[in-house]
């Protein structure tokens, strides 16, 4: 699998701890490596949770989430602002548990509800520390639901989902209205048509034939009323359905977040 090291086999999801004593699988998408390590030496020192590793982008968190299989994800709000990526992750796992770090630049009664609405199960500072983290992701999974204190009044009465602002030239009503209107697979390949990656190159990332990249592009193209990938490129930032790579990210020059999962230490 590329970019992903499984270091434990999956039995008996979901409901209750993993059997065989093993801890609860936990897992990270966040753009920044020293959050990542701190965030896994975390994990590493708490007895009843185990280390899986992190994705750096929305499509390599599609890839280690059916791969990998974690119980709970940890998902930093800045990577995904309109919620898409925490739609589609809910719906492709109903047992994963969802976990957002709000920034506080999300840090809004319409971007909490926006997450709950989209399937996240708990919301946390991102400046937490660490015990109370450890505590969210066990609250979260016993409970499916973990709100932390001094978010709670964000979400006494929430109002309903924005609507994503009229910039440009718009897609469909759909994507308008903040939706997201394409699956997962096609959200991983307009990503990389974003990169700027050929058929071919989608296809040996994505484990997929060329044909069947190529049907995605059409479907993506229809689905968004594009001339061709450009277009539906720039549409797709325009509608916040893609969204630029948050300003405190490093990227190292060996490798790109869209195509890279770091696996857990050994």
């Not at 791969?67 to 589609?88: E, G, M, T």
């Amino acid at each position: 699998m590329r970019g992903i090291e499984p270091n434990r086999t999956q039995a008996g999801r979901p409901g209750g701890p993993p059997p065989g004593g093993r801890g609860l699988g936990v897992a990270a998408v966040d753009p920044i490596p020293i959050f990542c390590e701190g965030l896994s030496s975390l994990v590493h020192r708490t007895p009843g949770l185990q280390w899986l590793g992190h994705a750096g982008s929305h499509h390599a968190a599609l890839q280690l989430c059916e791969q990998l299989k974690p119980d709970v994800i940890v998902l930093d709000s800045a990577l995904d602002p309109n919620c898409h990526l925490s739609r589609l992750l809910s719906g492709g796992d109903p047992a994963l548990v969802i976990i957002t770090l709000v920034r506080d630049t999300n840090r809004t009664q319409q971007y909490l509800a926006a997450a709950i609405a989209a399937g996240v199960h708990a919301i946390v500072p991102r400046a937490t520390d660490g015990r109370h983290l450890t505590e969210a992701i066990r609250r979260a999974h016993s409970d499916r639901r973990y709100i932390d204190p001094t978010l709670a009044a964000l979400t006494a009465r929430p109002k309903r989902q924005p609507v994503l602002a009229k910039t440009g030239e718009p897609p469909k009503a759909a994507t308008a209205r903040g939706l997201m209107p394409l699956s997962r697979r096609e959200y991983q390949v307009l990503q990389l048509v974003a990169e700027g990656l050929e058929n071919s190159g989608i296809a040996k990332i994505l484990f997929l034939s060329v044909e069947t990249v190529r049907t995605h592009v059409k479907s993506i193209l229809r689905k968004l009323s594009a001339r061709d990938r450009t277009h539906a490129v720039t549409i797709a930032f325009r509608a916040g359905i893609l969204i630029a790579t948050p300003d405190d990210a490093h990227t190292p020059p060996e490798a790109t977040p869209a195509t890279t999962i770091a696996p857990s230490p050994r």
